[in-house]
């Protein structure tokens, strides 16, 4: 069969609709894939290696390469209902049911050659060709009965004969049903034809009649010995007398009668290769069988109601249900089961020690005795993979293996099916965790504190390992504003060391970084180190610095106010805090602590006040206090005290 009809619920929906009559045009070729609304017959062209498609929805048949990308269109076929392809592969035929005629394209243009009326009330539905004519089934004028017509494309239009024949379906075939069709090169001459009254199941036609002759004779048909149920679909079988029915069921037909003969899991349609394979439609799926055989070869997952076989059986053609419509699918690899291959390492290992890896393959096409799986394993010492001796695959598809990972880390095991005419490729993998030893790593100068802007020597220093030699050292100064840095990268010296300078302006986060080889793990190690901020305070309005005892004082008046001017490390929104202290029969004292906001200079100025009183003494002092002055990016850090004494 080259084409496969649409579904039943489609068909009838089909049947009520209308749509006005427009112009015939050839679209230009694109790359686009092949998309129509709603699927009106499928026939593949072999020699020219393209598949014509009917949309019911757009009135136009689209025609596609082998791939399913639209090459080229035709629009105001009205109410395309089915397609056929002469045997010749020169004429595609379109039953359009709307305009009532059977169109004739040339099949390499699309340009239209004929059009043939058909006196029906509903129809032509669908369409076939055998025996030089193109057969399609309708429903009559005047008795409103499904019945067989034909249109011979070797009428001369001049001789004033009718191309179109209706009433040709014998007696004895049945009568009253529109039947769906179907012929196969395999028995030329042959047309099968098969419905049910869809108001009244026990009202069913089975056929195949013989149309090669002058007139179509009645070759088997089905006696009402047991019942059928509904016909939805009907495929001649090639290179036996036998038809199928809805996909699943086989009638024998080689003794003038049906018999049932077998059946295929349950499916909904099917289409045939001239080879027999099966492509049966099943819920969401498309499954492949060999003739007789009980377990598909292969299933694809593909919601279709419509599907056709390439010729030479190399695909199929499926009109999968995607949004906006159907998309063209081609469905490779139709005759090679997809096997199933596992395989299944310890989660866990000890590097050099023996491990076992095992799986199964699977596929419902057995695998011929020996069949053996390739194996690869990957590790940080071969990342692009080594090669380990293949295995052999056990009578009931299991197989297993050992190996002792040189390397740690994360190793791969890959086994691979390189497939055979039966079968295609399979590959699967798992992975172990090797285990690698603990290397020594080290870094100094863990919570030290250092003067704003210090160079700091920070040194890592790496024990044993295997291969890799280098350390990578970063700083990450506290803040946001400051990003993590890699400021060293490179191998250890002989005794193993590498050291980096860094200036400790914040406290800082120092980090070493040995990234592991084939058998040691990679390891982080961490210090902090910190930095105090950088104070200075500037008096002025003195008279003079005079010492009093062995301290130095800066001397006021009593009545001038003295401007403490404050120069600290700047961050965004920091403080610095006021200390005051007051001299008493040889105590210090607090008076008071408060804070003031820096500027963006990083200066704060603070007036004192005048005391109004000579002969006291007091002393201040700026502090960063690490939280309290706003940020954590420095460690406290308190200025020096300045002296003050007022005279008179």
Known sequence: MRRRSISTATALAVLFSSAALSVVTAGSASAAGAIVGSPAGIVVDGAAKRVF???????????????????????????????????????????????????????????????????????????EFTGGKAWFSYEGLEDGNGNLGSVDPSVDPASGTDAVALGQLPDGAGAGITPYLD??????????????????????????????????????????????????????????????????????????KFTATGTYPTGQKADIAPNGLIAQISDSNVAVYRPGATKPIRTYAADSSTLAWAPDASRIFALVSSPGGYTLKALTDPARSVPVLTANAPATATRAKKLTVTGKLTATVPFPAGTKLAVTRTDLDSPNGKA???????????????????????????????????????????????????????????????????????????????????????????????????????KVNSSGNIGVWVDMTRDTEITAVFKGDARYAPRTVKVTAFARVKISTAVSKHYKTAKIGSQSYYWFHKNTDPLLTTTMSYYPGRMQRFDL????????????????????????????GAPGESGIRVRMRSTYVNSSSGDTVNSTTYGAWKYLYFSN
């Open 388 to 490: 380990l001796p293949a295995v052999t695959v056990k009578a009931d598809g299991t197989y297993s293996f050992t190996d002792t990972p040189p390397a740690g880390g994360t190793v791969t095991y890959k086994v691979a099916y390189a497939g055979d005419a039966e079968h295609i490729a399979a590959t699967a993998s798992d992975k172990v965790t090797v285990s690698r030893a603990k290397p020594t790593l080290t870094l100094n100068k863990n919570g030290k504190v250092y003067n704003y802007g210090t160079d700091v020597a920070f040194t890592a220093h790496l024990g044993s390992t295997y291969k890799n030699r280098s350390v990578e050292i970063w700083a990450n100064p506290f803040g946001s504003d400051k990003p993590n840095k890699l400021v060293k990268s490179g």
């Open 183 to 256: 012929t196969d090169p395999s028995a030329p001459g042959l047309l099968a034809v098969g419905g049910t009254d869809f108001s009244d199941a026990s009202k069913t036609v089975m056929a195949v009649v013989d149309v090669s002759g002058a007139a179509p004779q009645v070759t088997a048909r089905h006696s009402g010995d047991y019942p059928l149920g509904y016909i939805d679909d009907v495929d001649l079988v090639p290179g036996t007398p036998q038809v199928l029915l809805d996909g699943t069921t086989r009638h024998d037909y080689a003794d003038g």
């Open 581 to 608: 202290q007051y001299y008493y029969l040889g105590t210090w004292y607090s008076l008071d602590s408060e804070y003031f906001a820096l500027a963006s200079n990083g200066k704060s100025a603070v007036s004192l």
């Open 53 to 127: 498609v009917g949309d019911d929805t757009n009135d136009r048949i689209i025609a596609a390469d082998y791939n399913g990308n639209r090459v080229d269109s035709v629009s105001g076929i009205d109410g395309i209902f089915d397609l056929a392809l002469s045997d010749d592969g020169t004429t595609l035929y379109a039953a359009a049911r709307v305009s009532h005629e059977i169109v004739a394209l040339d099949a390499a243009t699309l340009d239209i050659k004929a059009r043939y009326p058909v006196a029906a009330s509903i129809g032509p539905l669908y369409v």
